[in-house]
């Protein structure tokens, strides 16, 4: 066992107010915000270098599908003004670089410890602490603990069997190696055609020998239009960045700039609908797309009339008839699977070196040791590449043993799906905290936005607490039972349960299908939030010191939103 840890040697045993479990976008910015309260705070990251998703994601064309001015931290004025983003949309390295000066800019490294992976988080209600243990055999305890663990950060391969006996090479797009990988003259295979597949296909067919796209859904694709990020949009960015951020706010997807729209697609004639498609399809991003009437997301038939237009972008551009109707996505309503932004995906197919493979009609049975086998045929590959995405929202959590000596474990929690408060607590988890965590708008917002605003409203629970001297929070068990009935109820108003999507965890085999991630915008959530915060944090309790403070525990029970 170890109890001494920090990259600077640190002794953190029973010194830590706050133990921070990753060392991504989220936990560097709580370890900003602990710091700022007077608190001491040390994070723990699994890989041995920070950056979470940027860190992992190294796959070729890996590109962020926020546009860089906006994909970026709001908290520092001077930060904003001085970084210079080279693209429109950056890079896996441009973001990850930028990552990287920011945590040298706040000094920050020395209270994080890499290569060490939390394994198990246990409550102690009489001491009133947190206890983790890691990979590393730290036993190490604080009074609270915050998940900044990501929703896309727990990479799935399919349970297909022979993997083990495959003679080639394979990846996953979400670990892939540092040092890159050299596909030139060989045969290869992608299985999986969401966001990561959609990127890396292009770079990947550009390098092999031949490619094979194994394809199970076919998903809409919009033109990202990167460029260089032209100097006179970033100065005029950068004039009204302050007004911007606080805009992003009042928006549903934390993205300002894109005109809220006025009409719904049925009230437009078929020209007008035509030519703003069009419009929005030139500019390029999809944002602006979902933007052009306003009830894409909630009217199957509205939905159709963006559903076309997309499908006859394929087929003027895939040449062979038949590929590009298989690329033709028809079972799902577009902008209820993520939105998937390209740099020359459709064109890839018009290749020589590149094969479509419908795994629909023929699902992979297994992998041999020469390549793999469907339900029709089999085929001999020298690489395999898995862009078979995450146990999203949920997987990172449950990976930790974390428990409660008051009964509660995660996994009995979660077992038909997720439960939580605003996703940032749960009831029977005291002093426990998750940034952007399911039912938050984290992954359906501009990502680093919902991570402030949920690191921002965790500090304002730590503050509250310090200044009436609380010592233990924890969400009220009718406030946490209501925001889940509300979300569902959310999401049973859109269209977006009819896709069979990671946010609703239909890609892991077994795993309750509910719809994570609350669809009701950054706009009404961050006022939720803020109502709840002015009520006196409103759904929580709190006591101090083990005995109950009547203020703020009668404010427990009642529900909100
Ligand atoms: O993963 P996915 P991802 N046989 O789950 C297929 C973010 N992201 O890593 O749809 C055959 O979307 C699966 O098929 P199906 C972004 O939020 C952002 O691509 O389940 N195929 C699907 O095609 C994104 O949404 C960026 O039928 C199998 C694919 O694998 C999220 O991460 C870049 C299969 C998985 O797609 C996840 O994206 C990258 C099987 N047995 C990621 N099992 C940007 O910012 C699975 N599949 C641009």
């Known amino acids: 066992m170890t109890t001494t840890s920090g990259t600077n040697g640190t002794h953190l045993q029973d010194q830590l107010d706050v133990i921070v479990v990753g060392g991504g976008l989220g936990g560097l910015y709580t370890l900003y915000r602990m710091r700022q309260l007077g608190l001491k705070a040390h994070a723990f990251e699994a890989g041995s270098g920070l950056g979470g998703t940027w860190f992992w994601n190294r796959y070729p064309g890996c590109r962020c599908d926020i546009e860089s ?10 930060l904003e003004q001085e970084w210079h ?12 670089e930028y ?22 988080a246990h409550y102690d209600s009489a001491a009133n602490r947190w206890t983790i243990t ?21 990479p799935r391969v399919p349970e297909f ?17 540092h040092e890159g990988v050299d596909f030139t003259g060989k045969r290869v295979a992608v299985i999986g055609t969401g966001s990561s597949g959609v990127q890396s296909i292009p770079h990947i067919a550009e390098q092999a020998k031949h490619l094979h796209v194994f394809q199970r859904t076919a998903n809409y694709i919009l033109p990202a239009r990167n460029t260089p990020l032209d100097p006179e949009r970033e100065r005029q960015h950068k004039a009204t ?10 928006t549903p997807f934390g993205i300002a700039g894109h005109p809220a729209p006025t009409k719904g697609a049925l009230d437009a004639t078929p020209e007008e609908r035509e030519a703003a498609y069009a419009s929005k399809w030139a500019q390029g991003g999809s944002i602006s797309f979902l933007f052009s009437y306003t009830d894409l997301l909630l009217n199957q038939e509205a939905n159709d009339t963006a559903a076309e237009f997309v499908r006859q972008r394929i087929r003027e551009t895939v040449k062979d008839p038949a590929t590009a109707e298989l690329l033709c996505p028809y079972d799902h309503p577009i902008g209820t699977k993520r939105l998937i932004l390209d740099t020359n995906y459709y064109e890839t197919f018009n290749r020589d070196n590149v094969t479509l493979v419908d795994a629909r009609k023929a699902p992979i049975q297994s992998i041999t040791q020469t390549g793999l086998r469907t339900t029709e045929a089999e085929y001999e590959f020298d690489a395999i590449v898995f862009a078979t995405g995450f146990d999203a929202m949920t997987g990172a959590l449950r990976e930790i043993d974390i428990r409660s000596d008051t009964g509660a474990d995660i996994a009995t929690k979660w077992v038909d799906g997720p439960h939580t408060y605003l996703g940032v607590m749960m009831a029977g988890f005291p002093n426990l905290f998750m940034v952007t965590g399911p039912q938050s708008p984290g992954v359906k917002s501009q990502m680093i936005l919902s991570i402030e605003q949920h690191v921002n409203f965790i500090s304002g629970c730590l503050a509250h607490m310090q200044q ?3 010592t233990r929070i924890e969400a009220g068990q009718a406030a946490e039972d209501h925001w889940v009935e509300y979300n569902n109820q959310v999401a049973d108003a859109t269209l977006y349960p009819k896709a069979n999507s990671w946010y609703l965890g239909s890609n892991i085999p077994g795993k309750p299908r509910v719809f994570m991630p609350y669809v009701g915008g950054v706009h009404t959530f961050n006022q939720i939030c803020n109502d709840i915060a002015a009520k006196g944090y409103e759904g929580f309790s709190f006591d101090s010191a083990g005995a109950a403070d009547g203020r703020a525990t009668t404010a427990a029970a009642a529900g909100t939103a």
């Open 69 to 78: 001015l906006e994909y970026s931290y709001s908290f520092d004025p001077e």
């Open 85 to 96: 983003w080279a693209d429109r949309y950056g890079t896996q390295s441009q973001i990850l």
């Open 99 to 120: 990552i990287e000066h920011v945590a040298d800019r706040l000094d920050l490294r020395k209270d994080v410890t890499l290569n060490t992976r939390v394994l198990s």
């Open 134 to 154: 890691t990979d590393q055999g730290h036993t190490i305890s604080a009074r609270f603990i915050v998940m900044a663990t990501g929703n896309l950060s727990t």
């Open 161 to 177: 069997p022979g993997l083990d006996g495959f003679k080639g090479d394979w990846y996953h797009t979400g670990l892939w190696p």
């Open 241 to 250: 960045y302050r007004e911007r951020r606080a805009a992003a706010y009042e």
């Open 468 to 470: 009436y001297g609380h």
